[in-house]
């Protein structure tokens, strides 16, 4: 069986016009493959159609141009008019939400051999941060 140059001519036709419409548009997103199947359609049918009728003043050879690209669009305008009509599925969380907090950890001067903390260090940084209440310091 050969391929006859309708069916190659309408595949040329049908991404020329897609990639034209996503060009305009900026994206086309999940849409894309029924556009592509609707353009190559659409030209078709319309290549098909103006060889029936024998109306198409722009020809490639056996090949209706000005009518494949018409029918073309009416197929990518379909395919967006029906995308628009469908609501959007809401985006699904992917987990939780991201916070940072920021705790301050003693570090080694802070900590006494057994693991408290020292009071002088706690008494230092009280006094930094503006509280007059002296600390009693624990002898060393």
């Given at each position: ?5 309708a069916l190659?001519l ?6 020329f016009?897609?990639s034209?419409?996503?060009?305009i548009?900026g ?9 592509l199947?609707?353009?190559?359609l659409?030209a078709w049918?319309?290549d098909?159609?103006?060889a029936?009728?024998a109306?198409?003043?722009l020809?490639i050879?056996?090949?209706h ?5 018409f ?6 305008g379909?395919v ?6 469908v609501?959007e ?7 939780p939400?991201v916070?940072?907090a920021?705790?301050r950890?003693a ?5 006494d051999?057994d ?7 706690a ?9 007059a209440t ?6 060393r």
């Open positions: 069986m050969i391929i006859g140059p190659i309408s595949v040329i036709v049908g991404l016009h897609v034209a419409y996503v060009f548009r994206r086309a997103g999940a849409r894309l493959p029924l556009l199947i609707a353009a190559i659409g049918a319309g098909t159609v103006a029936r009728m109306i198409d003043p020809r050879g056996e090949f141009l000005l009518s494949a690209s029918v073309a669009w009416l197929g990518i379909l967006a008019v029906l995308a628009g009509l609501p599925r809401p985006a699904q969380a992917t987990g939400a916070s940072t920021i705790t950890r570090t080694d001067e802070e900590e051999g693991g408290s903390r020292d009071a002088g260090a008494a230092n940084r009280a006094h930094a941060s503006g509280d002296p600390q009693p310091q624990a002898p």
